[in-house]
Structures are given as structure tokens and as C-alpha cells.
């Protein structure tokens, strides 16, 4: 099977956010190298956007052990590094049973620096139960006090095997 690509650069109306687009114009049916990475730049400070409320629910559990764990961290280094001081970050994660990390704190040169250890510090074992750390990221989400103008967010990050209720 051949796949094919085109790029295109499109222009959000509001001018401050450009889009690159690669669109892959047949999915294969079997398991693919394809990559997908989705990266927003903004003009200026990003001052001038509401700030975000991001939740954080990794996945910990045994099955995670290994490259899956390490490239679970790389994502969230990375996703840590595109935060600004508007924004607000937790961390749950999740095996057989959740913990949170971190409470949902502001994104500062400190704080960053506090979050990146935490990841880094990771590891993987014990069973699966997605649940759990989902609706403890809710209730982080729903415990939090300053919400006005505020987007919200969840960011599951898993192997997907549940293996415990």
C-alpha cells in the first residue's frame, strides 16, 4: 500500500496561529510508523488568552514499564516546557489505585521545575484501573476555585490495558 502525504500552511482568521497540515490521504489497516504531533504557537506573550486548568492522568501501571513510560515522560517534559504562568497544571497518576501528584498550581519558573522532577521521578508497576484516575482528575477539575475565563482540560495518557476494577 502506498500512503500519501500533502502539506498545506493555513492561517487561523485571527492571524496569531499557524497551522501546519499534513494529511495522510489513506489510513492503513495494520499498525503504522505514522506519527502525529499537534503544536499551537501564538504571537506575543500568550498573555492574551485565557488561561487553562489542565488535568494530567498517567497511566503507571506495569505495562507502562519501559519505552512506553519513557516516552510517556518526554511527552509531558515537553507539554511542561509550552505552559505559561497563566496556566494551571496537576498530575494524577494511576495504577491499580491513583494518587495525586501535585495540586492544580500555577506554571512558574519553580513550579516547573518541581513538576519536571516529579515526572522524571516516575515508575511503572502494579495492575491497571483507568477509572480511578479519571474520575480523580474530575474531581480535581471540580474542586478547583478559580475558574472564571478559565478553559479546562483532561490529558489521559495510557497504554489503554485495564486490567482492575
Same mark, same amino acid.
Given at each position: 500500500?502506498?500512503?500519501?502525504?500533502?502539506?498545506?500552511?493555513?492561517?487561523?482568521?485571527?492571524?496569531?496561529?499557524?497551522?501546519?497540515?499534513?494529511?495522510?490521504?489513506?489510513?492503513?489497516?495494520? $499498525?503504522?510508523?505514522?506519527?502525529?504531533?499537534?503544536?499551537?504557537?501564538?504571537?506575543?506573550?500568550?498573555?492574551?488568552?485565557?488561561?487553562?486548568?489542565?488535568?494530567?492522568?498517567?497511566?503507571?501501571?506495569?505495562?507502562?514499564?519501559?519505552?512506553?513510560?519513557?516516552?510517556?515522560?518526554?511527552?509531558?517534559?515537553?507539554?511542561?516546557?509550552?505552559l505559561s504562568p497563566i496556566d494551571r497544571l496537576s498530575i494524577?497518576?494511576?495504577?491499580?489505585?491513583?494518587?495525586?501528584?501535585?495540586?492544580?498550581?500555577?506554571?512558574?519558573?519553580?513550579?516547573?521545575?518541581?513538576? $519536571?522532577?516529579?515526572?522524571?521521578?516516575?515508575?511503572?508497576?502494579?495492575?491497571?484501573?483507568?477509572?480511578?484516575?479519571?474520575?480523580?482528575?474530575?474531581?480535581?477539575?471540580?474542586?478547583?476555585?478559580?475558574?472564571?475565563?478559565?478553559?479546562?482540560?483532561?490529558?489521559?495518557?495510557?497504554?489503554?490495558?485495564?486490567?482492575?476494577?
Amino acid at each position: 500500500m502506498t500512503a500519501y502525504f500533502r502539506r498545506k500552511v493555513c492561517s487561523i482568521p485571527v492571524g496569531k496561529t499557524k497551522v501546519t497540515i499534513v494529511n495522510k490521504t489513506t489510513a492503513p489497516l495494520e $499498525e503504522s510508523e505514522f506519527k502525529v504531533m499537534l503544536e499551537l504557537m501564538g504571537a506575543g506573550s500568550g498573555n492574551d488568552r485565557s488561561g487553562v486548568n489542565l488535568v494530567t492522568v498517567l497511566d503507571v501501571s506495569g505495562s507502562m514499564r519501559g519505552e512506553k513510560l519513557e516516552k510517556m515522560k518526554i511527552a509531558m517534559l515537553f507539554m511542561i516546557k509550552k505552559l505559561s504562568p497563566i496556566d494551571r497544571l496537576s498530575i494524577v497518576v494511576f495504577n491499580g489505585g491513583f494518587h495525586r501528584l501535585c495540586p492544580l498550581q500555577q506554571i512558574t519558573e519553580n513550579s516547573q521545575w518541581k513538576i $519536571e522532577n516529579l515526572v522524571n521521578a516516575l515508575v511503572a508497576n502494579g495492575g491497571t484501573n483507568i477509572s480511578t484516575g479519571l474520575q480523580t482528575g474530575l474531581k480535581v477539575l471540580n474542586d478547583r476555585s478559580l475558574t472564571r475565563g478559565r478553559a479546562v482540560g483532561i490529558m489521559l495518557m495510557s497504554d489503554g490495558q485495564q486490567n482492575t476494577q
